[in-house]
């Protein structure tokens, strides 16, 4: 399956699990697995270390679709000035 990656600014934060919130320079990534479901990560721009967003799991009726579920999740998450 497909892995799509974008970087984006996120000036109020955005809320993972592993570590709380995060803002600044970051990118996200993600994966859909062999059963469909969608996994959301971000990290710092040039780290290494990723994190699960909060919430940031869907199962899709068609892998066809995580493309789709990847622009607006990064068109959402995009907030420069807050």
């Known amino acids: 399956m497909a892995d799509y990656s974008t970087p984006f600014s996120a000036g109020p934060g955005v ?3 592993e570590v709380g919130v995060v803002t600044g320079d970051l ?6 697995g062999p059963d469909n ?3 959301a990560k971000v990290r710092y721009a040039g780290a290494e ?3 699960r967003l909060r919430g940031g799991q869907c199962k899709l009726a068609d892998p066809a679709d ?8 990064a068109g959402v998450l995009n907030r420069p000035s807050g």
């Open 15 to 17: 809320m993972t699990e």
């Open 27 to 32: 990118e996200l990534r993600t994966t859909c």
């Open 37 to 39: 479901v969608v996994t």
């Open 49 to 51: 270390e990723w994190y």
């Open 66 to 73: 995580h493309a789709a579920v990847h622009a607006l999740l």
